[in-house]
């Protein structure tokens, strides 16, 4: 079976332009969790999608948005980029918001310059 | 005040050592604990579940204490296969919905 599928696996991006990242939950999994990790840091929580909703969302500006398909795989949008956006960002599948196992993919290294 | 708080490390021990790694919570609703491993450029994976009545899984052993909302734990026997960062993990439903906090990592380095 096939884990969390992130991609892209690298990108670079100029400051003020727009990025998508996107994730593939391992099948079965409802639940997907996006994280920015800058280096040095623990993953810190952005955004929680349980059955298409909105579930939980971390402290980040509204420049940082996601959705989740019917597939229930999920897309990360964060727009105006700035140099601090600099990051790994992962995204994790569990089968519920339960509390139970995230399975984490390999994430998105995200270079803005 | 951050949700999740760890010793800063970082930890260089022997081979065959016992390590113990710390870890305080703000949310006295939290629900669910974890220690996740991270690989240097790799992804954070579960290590061990954390429970009250506390749980050892070969040579790691983790406690919780709700109490003091306080996480431990302790490696015995260290390898070199250890090194890593450890991550002290915390399920909260609050004002913002669900969510995993993280602290933000101790690492440890295991010396021949």
């Known amino acids: 079976d096939a884990g969390v599928t992130q991609s892209p696996t690298h990108l670079i991006k100029t400051r003020g332009q727009h990025v998508t990242l996107r994730c593939s939950p391992i099948?079965?999994?409802?639940?997907v969790s996006w994280y920015q990790q800058v280096l040095g840091q623990g993953p810190q929580f952005i955004f929680q999608?349980?059955?298409?909703?909105?579930?939980g969302r971390g402290n980040f500006p509204d420049r940082f948005s996601a959705r989740q398909f019917p597939n229930y795989s999920s897309e990360l949008n964060v727009n105006a980029l700035l140099l601090g956006d600099s990051a790994l960002y992962l995204c994790?599948?569990?089968?519920?918001?339960?509390?139970?196992?995230?399975?984490f993919g390999q994430g998105t290294r995200l270079t803005v310059v | 005040r951050k949700e999740v708080e760890q010793d800063p490390g970082p930890f260089n021990v022997p081979e065959g050592a016992t390590v113990a790694f710390n870890c305080t919570y703000s949310?006295?609703?939290?629900?669910?604990f974890f220690w996740y491993r991270q690989d240097c450029r790799k992804e954070p994976k579960l290590l061990m579940s954390?429970?009250?009545s506390g749980n050892e899984d070969g040579r790691f052993t983790a406690q919780l204490n709700r109490a003091s909302q306080y996480i431990s734990l302790l490696i015995r026997d260290s390898k070199l296969s250890d090194s890593a960062t450890y991550l002290c993990?915390?399920?909260?439903?609050?004002?913002?919905?669900?969510?995993?906090?993280f602290g933000k990592g101790t690492s440890l380095l295991v010396t021949p």
């Open positions: 994790a599948s569990s089968w519920s918001t339960g509390g139970g196992e995230a399975f």
């Open positions: 099948s079965g999994h409802k639940s």
């Open positions: 999608y349980y059955e298409k909703e909105e579930r």
């Open positions: 949310n006295s609703a939290s629900q669910s």
């Open positions: 954390v429970y009250s």
């Open positions: 993990v915390v399920y909260t439903n609050s004002n913002s919905g669900y969510a995993l906090n």
